[in-house]
């Protein structure tokens, strides 16, 4: 029998996870509203300052569901979302799925042919835009688009009036003419039971875009049992009860924001802080007068908040149920972080098309590092997740625990397929399993440990170098506050290694002896022969790096290699 079938994992699972957890037998917005019944003036969302109810949110999705309504947008119809973390967010989401429409969560920092792609490709009918993009970006658009109904909003409305946060920085009410002020048609519009349509688990949630890195981004098809099964992964993994509340560091548009804050928020029926737009000093501030107990985000984001200043002595204490995902992390990072705040990030995987996670280190327990990449383990499989380690080459071939192979999973989380792209989806599936396009290895004991994406693989020489790994030794200099690593052509190796690095604030080290020290701690074909410094290494707003930009400037950029 297969050692994945054997599942040695589940000896790993803390006494509170059952192996199994049952099939949703509702919807994610019925799931919404037992919440709001249950505890109808707890607050569900906490917006910098400021406190909306159940109640409130409930209500005023209702009169959104109720607008649609009048405007005959239909069940199954598509509605775009594009703002930033702002409880209109919430607000749209819900009232849409009243309605049995489907969101498309909206990037906001894409730009005019971004954004015009995403509104064609999902065929949305209306969109609900902060004031500033309908300006910036939105208005340019539309008319090159199906989209016939705008309702704009801004990040200054639930809050009192001179509300200055920095992350509200310039920001103020723009007139915009042809679109229906948010909030003015939700005071005009009363809740219509009937506008209420019923929705099954079985039907669209999301269509949630992926990043595009290898071809145009496709919108995966996530359905409210995708979202509700995982949303309960996170509520029983993690412990989660009615004293604990959610910070939201991560952007609501990803699927990391959609289900591990909002879908969890919404079932749990626990508070959702949020903040608009990240910032490290105001989210400082904001887990000491909220004193949230859980958050998952990039490892960027707890980077930045080891770094900001003034960041020592903060009180992070709360956040006891502490997660990272989206990208590799080295281990001298959850190091530092824990030495700095006294809080352990446990590691956490998953995908757009796996409704985040499919493996978590379990709660309370530490990874492991694997001893021969030097990875910190990204847990195991989460209930009700079927994972397997396969060839690079063949995907019928598995591969036995300690060795390389692509990150294979099905389970109730995973995706239905990829909208309108059939061919695509018949791709990304081998014999019921998603191909991740991650390489990972498996621990005699069920550890999973992600080595780095398969397309990101460099081939210096004949040898594989995995970005990873060249990262971490880089971030155990004492210098390095962010670091990343590309493959760039080279006439004599095939490719070489190159190294991207942002240094501390007050910190200093040259190139040369950067690599020296790399040098010293890893076989001579992994250390980077050239390496940059940057301010800040770029980033996608989900807080990964911007790794095909990166390969563009080193590509461009040719240096002297050693």
């Not at 949630?208 to 496709?218: A, E, L, M, N, R």
């Not at 021969?372 to 080459?393: D, N």
Request: aromatic share 10%; glycine share 8%; with cysteine.
């Amino acid at each position: 029998m297969s050692v994945y079938a054997d599942r040695p994992w589940l000896k790993l699972y803390p006494d509170h996870v059952p192996h199994e957890l049952a099939l949703p037998q509702e919807s994610m917005v019925d799931l919404f509203e037992a919440s709001a019944r249950r505890a109808p003036e707890r607050d569900a969302i906490r917006y910098f300052d400021e406190a909306i109810s159940f109640a409130r949110l409930d209500d005023l999705s209702s009169r959104f569901a109720a607008a649609l309504a009048e405007r005959d947008v239909r069940k199954g119809d598509r509605i775009a979302v594009f703002t930033q973390n702002d409880p209109q967010f919430l607000v749209a989401q819900y009232g849409a799925w009243k309605r049995g429409a489907i969101v498309v969560p909206l990037n906001p920092m894409f730009k005019h042919r971004e954004l015009d792609y995403h509104l064609n490709d999902s065929g949305a009918r209306v969109l609900v835009c902060l004031e500033s993009l309908y300006h910036e970006v939105a208005r340019e658009v539309l008319p090159g688009t199906g989209v016939e109904h705008v309702f704009t909003t801004s990040e200054l409305d639930f809050l009192p009036e001179g509300a200055d946060h920095p992350p509200l920085a310039g920001a103020r009410k723009l007139a915009t003419e042809g679109t229906g002020d948010l909030l003015g048609v939700l005071e005009a519009t009363a809740p219509d039971d009937g506008a209420r349509e019923p929705v099954s688990p079985e039907d669209i949630a999301y269509l949630v875009y992926t990043s595009g890195t290898t071809g145009p981004p496709k919108g995966a098809v996530e359905t409210h049992s995708n979202v509700a099964y995982n949303a309960e992964v996170y509520r029983t993994w993690m412990r989660m009860g009615e004293e604990d509340s959610v910070f939201g560091v991560a952007p609501l548009f990803h699927i990391t924001g959609l289900v591990g804050h909002i879908a969890l928020a919404g079932l749990a029926g626990i508070p959702l802080v949020l903040f608009h737009r990240f910032d490290p000093g105001e989210a400082l501030r904001l887990i000491e007068k909220w004193r949230p107990t859980m958050t998952v985000g990039s490892i960027t984001v707890f980077i930045a908040l080891m770094n900001a200043p003034g960041a020592a002595g903060r009180d992070l204490s709360s956040l006891k149920k502490c997660y990272s995902g989206g990208a590799p992390i080295a281990p001298s990072i959850t190091e530092q972080f824990e030495e700095k705040f006294g809080v352990y990030i446990h590691n956490i995987y998953g995908l757009t098309e796996s409704n985040s996670p499919t493996h978590a280190v379990p709660y309370g327990s530490r990874a492991p590092v694997d001893e021969k990449s030097g990875a910190l383990s990204v847990g195991v499989p989460v209930p009700g997740c079927a994972a397997q380690l396969v060839s690079l080459e063949d995907p019928s071939q598995e591969v036995p625990p300690g060795e390389q192979g692509e990150f294979a999973a099905k389970g109730p989380m995973i995706f239905r397929e990829y909208w309108n792209k059939p061919e695509e989806t018949e791709r990304a599936f081998h014999d019921g399993y998603f191909l991740t396009g991650d390489v990972a290895v498996m621990d005699e004991e069920g550890w999973f440990y992600i080595v780095d994406r398969k397309k990101d693989m460099i081939n210096a020489g004949g040898y594989k170098v995995w970005p990873r790994e060249v990262e971490d030794v880089l971030y155990t200099h004492p210098a390095v506050k962010e670091a990343a690593v590309v493959g760039a052509p080279d006439p004599y190796r095939g490719e070489t290694v190159v190294a991207f690095v942002a240094l501390k604030e007050d910190q200093r080290v040259s190139e040369e002896e950067l690599i020296s020290y790399c040098k010293e701690r890893m076989a001579a074909y992994k250390y980077p022969r050239r390496i940059e410094f940057l301010e800040e290494v770029p980033k996608t707003a989900t807080g990964k790096f911007l790794r095909r930009e990166l390969r563009s400037r080193a590509q461009s950029n040719p240096q002297r290699t050693t």
